[in-house]
């Protein structure tokens, strides 16, 4: 059997084509596709190869010999060693066109979909934006201290992680405030793990211990949550036995000032990382969805021009836009229907679809939801809404209507 051609030490040079998903440029030579960390497309770098089993076929930069123009510095320190940012050194433009393109590959790929329309990329705050995050612990013999970050590239290590610019406000401005803190806890070295949940007003710090904190423990923690207005929760086991520490009670909550709404969240509830792009997001949501209503409620001869229910909250924002959609006739048809469901208490109106129809005597709808079109973008991924009852409405060639 032929042994494996050893790889070279000394540095060579690669042009990079293109960037993979995971932010790692994409360089090919002698042959052989090659990962590069912290590179750009149209770079031309000189790398040397990484060696050992996690990093085949992966190389790093030594020295930039023609750079992009999209490169910048990146403004953290810990930034090719943090597996939290992979993208600093591009151009925040560049990153949202390069994060679209992924996209619009993975819906390509996912269903052979291609979008009749793209929208401009929303775009966000760059820093202190992130509310939800998960820290490592560790304690290090060798520096005889603990060390609290997110996980370095390798995966094996911790980042000794002295400030961070993506994280939360009252939280990053505290990361020295929690080094110290742990290293006076009795109990550091059974904390695995602490995570970050922020509201718009509140953030909390969930404590993971693997054994019971002892008095003076607890009342470290307490007096951290009282010095820096952060919220102490402690996790000995399962999401089940969270319980709050200091303040006894607080809310996480989260606006949508457009609509005029309110949530509430605990701590270990999913969120949007970045609280100012959600907002956005439900925005151009809502809007594109009730203009896509309008829009075929304005069609001559269509039951849906009639009249169609409009959302008062989305009103503004379908104000706001001018441009319709060019949409093809393959697409399902939004038709109203009122009808009573059994207990409801009165008519409610459903909005049904003609793409899948699901059978001579039933129709996809949902109660209770102003002119929602009830199919799929993914052809893999079935509507969540339930089958309504036969009696209820009719779905035929030409649309839903409720049966007579």
């Avoid at 790398?47 to 996690?54: C, E, K, P, S, Y």
């Avoid at 005597?361 to 079935?382: D, E, H, Y």
């Avoid at 009719?394 to 007579?404: D, E, K």
Wanted: glycine fraction near 8%; proline fraction near 7%; include cysteine.
């Amino acid at each position: 059997m032929a042994r494996h051609k050893r790889l070279p030490a000394e540095p060579f040079e690669v042009t990079i084509d293109s960037l993979l998903e995971n932010g790692r440029g994409l360089a090919v030579h002698e042959a052989k596709r090659l990962e590069v960390h912290d590179a750009l497309p149209g770079e031309r770098l000189l790398v040397r190869h990484l060696f050992g089993r996690r990093f085949r076929g992966q190389v790093a930069r030594v020295k930039s010999l023609l750079p992009s123009p999209d490169r910048v510095p990146a403004r953290c320190a810990h930034f090719g060693t943090c597996s939290a940012c992979t993208l600093q050194h591009m151009e925040p433009r560049a990153q949202l066109g390069f994060r679209q393109q992924i996209m619009l590959r993975y819906l390509r790929e996912a269903g052979g979909l291609e979008p009749e329309q793209v929208l401009p990329p929303l775009a966000s705050d760059q820093w202190q934006y992130r509310r939800k995050a998960r820290l490592s612990v560790r304690y290090v013999e060798g520096k005889g201290r603990v060390l609290v970050g997110f996980r370095e590239r390798d995966g094996r290590y911790v980042t000794d992680m002295q400030a961070c610019h993506i994280l939360a406000g009252p939280v990053a401005t505290h990361i020295q405030s929690l080094i110290h803190l742990l290293a006076q806890l009795e109990g550091a070295r059974t904390i695995p793990q602490i995570e970050v949940s922020c509201g718009d007003e509140a953030c909390a710090l969930i404590f993971r211990h693997l054994e019971p904190l002892s008095e003076a423990d607890l009342a470290r923690l307490r007096d951290f949550a009282g010095s820096t207005g952060l919220a102490v929760l402690l996790q000995a086991e399962g999401p089940d036995s969270l319980q709050a520490l200091e303040p006894a009670e607080r809310d996480l909550r989260y606006r949508l000032p457009e609509f005029d709404l309110e949530f509430l969240f605990q701590a270990l509830d999913f969120v949007q990382v970045n609280g100012s792009l959600n907002r956005a997001m439900v925005s151009q949501a809502v809007a594109s969805a009730i203009l896509r209503c309008r829009w075929r409620s304005a069609v001559p001869g269509s039951r849906a021009s009639k009249g169609t229910p409009a959302w008062s909250g989305a009103r503004s924002a379908m104000q706001r836009t001018t441009a319709l959609p060019t949409r093809s006739s393959a697409r399902p048809t939004c038709m109203p229907v009122t009808a009573a469901g059994p207990g409801r208490g009165g008519a409610f109106a459903r909005c049904c679809s003609t793409r899948r129809d699901p059978g001579p005597n039933r129709c996809w709808a949902r109660s209770r939801t102003p002119a929602r079109c009830g199919w799929s973008m993914f052809p893999a991924i079935r509507p969540r809404w339930r089958m309504m009852p036969e009696s209820w409405c009719v779905s035929t060639a030409s649309g839903c209507r409720r049966r007579a």
